[in-house]
C-alpha cells in the first residue's frame, strides 16, 4: 500500500489548465473572498441536501489547530512529493509557523462526495467526486433539481481564501449498496513550475499517489487522519461533507485594496462570517419552511450569534415580503413582447429599520433599505437591486422579485460564475429580452415604492369641488414619535400584507379585477400594455364622497392618516395631500432637506387589499375605499380627493 504524500500533476501530451488559469474562472467579483466563500460553500451544501431531512445543518468554524494536532498538520505539510522528487515539501512556511490557522465549512444531511475517484472512470449516476476533487466546471451528473451551485467554477473561491491555496476535504456518503463509505484528500491549486525538463500544473494532491492521479484515503483510514488533525468525525447514520480552508485570508472587507491590507481579528471575522451568512443565504435559513438551512458560527470555538427574520428589522421586512412571494401572491411582473411571465414581486414598506452590518454594507444595504432581493429557485440571494431611497431617511422599502419556474434556467445562464447578478449581455434572442425587461420592471416598482412614479403627472388640488363636504376642511396636525397602534396592511388572516394576486389577473399587474396599481408603462420592445380606464364620465354620476373624519395608523411600521371615501360607481379617483400654513394656505415652498407626505394608496375594507400610487380606477359598483397619507410629524395638512372619470 501506497504511504500517503503528495501528487503534482504534470502537462500531459494532449495540454492541460493551469492552477492560475483555474483561478481565474471567477473573474473578478466585487464580493470579498470571505463573502464569496459563503454564498458558494452554502449554495453547493444546499443543492446536496438529502430528501427526509426537515434541517440542513451548514457551520463555519473559525480557528487554530490545538497543540495536540499541531505534529500531525506539520507532518502532512512537510512532505515532498513523489512524483517530481522534491524533499523539502511544497508548504514550506506552514511547517515553521507557530501557529496554523483554518477555516472548517461543514455541511450534514447531505449527500456526500460520491463516485468514481478517477476522472476518465465510467459513466456513472454519481460523480461528486470528480466535479468537485477532480475537474472544473463540469456538470455531468448533476441532478436537475441542482439549480444553485454543482461545484463548478465557484469552488475556486475555496482556494482563494487560502493563503496556500489548500483545502482539505472530508466527507461521508453511502454507496449503492447502502453502506457508508468515507474519503479524505487534501487539494492545493498553487503556481505552475519546472522541475528537471518536466513542466507541472501547479495542482497538487495528498493522499495514496499514483502513476497518473491520486486517491484519497478510504473508511477507517480516512477517519483515522481526520482525527489525527482534530477534524470533527461524522455520528451514527450522518454523512455530509467537511472542508477545511487552510490558512485563511481574514483581509479587512471595508477597507480598500493595497499592497498589505490588514486582517480582521479573529472574533471579527467571525461576526463578519455570521452577517455574510444571514445577508445572503437568509430566504433558506427561515424556520417555517418546510426544509430550512440552520447556520451556525464559531470564532475559536466561541459561538457567534447569527441574524435572521426574528432578530434583525431589515431581514424581518424581507422575509415578510418573501413569502407573500411563497404564497402565490404579489404583483406579476410580465413581459409584453414576446409576451411572458417573468416573476412574483412582493414589497413591504420600512419605517425605523436601519442596516449597519458591515457584510450587509458590501451587498448595497445601509441605513434604511431600497432594495429588491433576487431570487432564482433554489431561493438563495443572487443580489440586492438597489432603488431610489424615499424622502424620508427613516422610512425605506424591503422587497423580492422570484423568477417564474419557467424561467429558472434561462436567468441561471445570465448568472457569471459567482451568481451574483443577471447579466441579459450573456444571452441572445427572446432570453436576453426577459432578462433585460425584468430589469425595467425591477426599476418601475422601485420608482414607485421609493415615490418616485406616484407623483409623476399628476395634478395635485387643482381640481374645484362644490362641496365642503366633498373638499376635506380638516387640518390635520401630523403624527407624534410614540405611542401609535401598529396595524397590519391586511384585514385577512393568512392572506398578504400586499397585493393579494387573485386567480384572475388583469393585464401584466396582478391587481384584483377591477382595480390597477399604476398606469402601464408603454412605447418600448418588452413593455405591457396600460390598465383599464373608464370611457368616460356618465351623465349624473356622483363624484367621490368623504365619509368619515381621517384618523392615525401605523401600517407595516409606516405612520399614515386613513380617510374613508364612497365611490358611487366606475370612476377614476385621484387623491392628493398638501402642507398647508398656519393661515390657512397652501405652502408655495418645500424648504430645503423636508420631508412631504403623499398619497401611498388606497385600501379596500372588505378584504383588506391595498392599490398603492395616487390613482385609482374602479370598474363595479359603489363601494367604500379608504385613502392612505403617509403621514409627516409637526406639519398640518389637506386632504383632498377628486374624480376624473
Known sequence: MNEPGWYAQPFRADGGITASGLLSQLGRPSLSRLTLLVREA???SWDARLPGHPVVPFRLDLSTVGPGHVAAWRRMFSLGSSSTGFTDGIFHRLTKATAIRYLAVSDRGTSGLAGPTRSDAGRTERREWARFVLNSGDRDGASASSSGGTYGYGKSALFQLSKVGCVLVYTRFEDEGGDLRSRFIGVAIREAFWEDDS?????????LPEEEHCEPLLDAHADTIARELGI????????????IVVDPDLTDPSLPDSDAPPELSVADAGAFLADAAAWNLWPIMLTDRAVHMAVRVTANGVDIKVPDAESDAALAFFASAYRTVSEGSGLMLACGKPRMELGLFAHQYTYGASVTSLAARELGLEGAPHHVCLLRGPELVVRYHSGPERSNPDA???AVFRVNDDLDQTF?????PTHDGWEYQQLQGREATFVRTAGRRLKEQCDRLSGAQARRAVKVGAYALGSVAQRLGHLLAGPGGFGTAVLPSSLLPGTSRVVMAPARQDDVSGAPPGLAPFPAPRGDAGEGGGAWEPAGRRRGARRPTLTSE???EVIDGLPVIVQRVRLHGPDRVEGSVRVMTGDGGAEGQTPTGATQPEVYGWRIPADGRIVTGEVLYHSGDAVDVEMIVIAVADVLIDINVVGRS
Open 199 to 207: 513542466r507541472y500544473t501547479g495542482r497538487h494532491w495528498w493522499g
Open 396 to 398: 425605506g422599502y424591503a
Open 232 to 243: 470533527p468525525g461524522f455520528q451514527a447514520e450522518e454523512t455530509g461533507t467537511t472542508l
Open 412 to 416: 441561471a445562464r445570465a448568472e457569471p
Open 42 to 44: 452554502a449554495q453547493n
Open 550 to 552: 381621517p384618523y392615525f
